[in-house]
C-alpha cells in the first residue's frame, strides 16, 4: 500500500466521482483507476461502489478513509516536525471570500519579508468547506467569520468589524444626516448567496430587530454586490475591510446609527496536528496585524 494510493483514495472519496478526483490530482482517469483496483486487489475487497456517475464508499472503504487520513496526517506532520527550523516550510491558509482579497494581501506581503524562505499558499473557499480542511489538515489553519460550528478546532477571535450601508449615490438616503435601521426596511437589497455567512450576518441582525431584508438580487462576490449598488439595483451592507479599499465616487457608506451590524473575525486551526515553529510565528504575526485593523476606519 502506497501513500499516492491512499491520497488517491481520499480524493475519490471526497469528490464521489473518478473523473473530477483525477482532474484534481492531475492525473488520467485510467491511472486513477488502475491505483485504486489495485488498492482493492489488495485489500481484497472492493472500496468503492460504483454507479453510473457517482461512486459511494463500502463499509470497507468508510474504515479505510478514517485509516488513510490519520496515516497521512501522522506522516505530514513527521516530515514538518523533523524539517521545522523556524524559517522555511510551507503555510496553508485557507480564508473565506468576503475576508481573503481585503485582509490577507498585506500580511502576506509582511510576513513573506519577514520571512522569505517560507512558503504561503492561500485557498479561499466557504466555512464549512474551510472547516472541514483544517479538520482534516488540508490547510493549517483558517480566517473566517463567527459563529462557525468549530468541533474539534480552536478558535481565536481576531477582531470585530463594522457592516456599512452601502448607496448608490442619488438615493434619498444619502441626504439624511442619521440613518436608523427603520429607515432601510421598505428597500431592497443585493445580497450574497446562501452559501455566504456575511449573508447570514446581515439577515440575522434585521430579524434581531423585527424585520427581515428582501433580497431582489444574489451574487457569488462581494465586488458584483457594490456593483450592482451602483447600478441602483437595491441597498446591502459591506464589512469595514472591503469598504476601505472602495475608493469609487460611485457608491456612498455610511453606518447605521444606534447598534451597529457588525461581525467578529476568527483563526481557526486543528490544535491535534502538529504546530511548526514557523506556523506559530504566523499566528502570532496575524494577531499582531489584526489588532492595526481594529483601529482602521
Not at 464508499?57 to 524539517?83: F, H, P
Not at 493549517?140 to 457592516?163: H, Q, S, T
Not at 481557526?268 to 504566523?282: D, M, T
Request: proline share 6%; net charge neutral.
Amino acid at each position: 500500500m502506497e501513500v499516492d494510493q491512499l491520497r488517491y483514495f481520499l480524493r475519490v472519496a471526497e469528490r464521489g466521482n473518478f473523473t473530477r478526483a483525477a482532474e484534481e490530482l492531475m492525473i488520467s482517469q485510467p491511472a486513477l483507476s488502475r491505483s485504486i483496483q489495485k488498492l482493492e486487489e489488495e485489500l481484497g475487497q472492493p472500496v468503492f461502489e460504483r454507479k453510473t456517475r457517482s461512486v459511494a464508499l463500502t463499509e470497507a472503504g468508510k474504515l479505510l478513509q478514517s485509516r488513510a487520513q490519520q496515516v497521512l496526517t501522522l506522516l505530514a506532520d513527521t516530515k514538518a516536525e523533523i524539517s521545522d527550523d523556524g524559517q522555511s516550510g510551507q503555510i496553508r491558509v485557507g480564508a473565506i471570500p468576503t475576508i481573503a482579497p481585503f485582509f490577507l494581501p498585506d500580511l502576506l506581503r509582511q510576513f513573506s519579508a519577514e520571512f522569505p524562505k517560507a512558503s504561503l499558499i492561500v485557498q479561499e473557499d466557504t466555512t464549512d468547506h474551510l472547516l472541514k480542511r483544517c479538520t482534516q489538515g488540508e490547510i493549517d489553519l483558517a480566517i473566517i467569520a463567527l459563529p462557525v460550528p468549530a468541533k474539534y478546532l480552536e478558535v481565536e477571535e481576531l477582531f470585530e468589524e463594522e457592516l456599512f450601508l452601502v448607496l448608490p449615490p442619488d438615493h434619498p438616503l444619502v441626504e439624511k444626516p442619521q440613518i436608523r435601521l427603520n429607515d432601510i426596511k421598505s428597500y431592497p437589497f443585493v445580497l450574497l448567496d446562501e452559501a455566504h455567512c456575511l449573508s447570514d450576518n446581515i439577515v440575522s441582525f434585521c430579524r434581531q430587530r423585527s424585520f427581515h431584508p428582501v433580497a431582489v438580487e444574489q451574487t457569488s462576490q462581494l465586488a458584483m454586490v457594490q456593483e450592482l449598488v451602483s447600478l441602483s439595483h437595491g441597498i446591502s451592507m459591506i464589512p469595514q475591510m472591503a469598504r476601505r479599499l472602495d475608493k469609487t465616487d460611485r457608491r456612498v457608506y455610511r453606518s447605521i446609527s444606534g447598534n451597529r451590524p457588525t461581525r467578529k473575525i476568527a483563526v481557526v486551526w486543528n490544535p491535534y496536528r502538529f504546530q511548526s515553529r514557523l506556523l506559530l510565528e504566523f499566528r502570532k504575526r496575524l494577531h499582531e496585524y489584526s489588532q492595526t485593523q481594529c483601529s482602521l476606519k
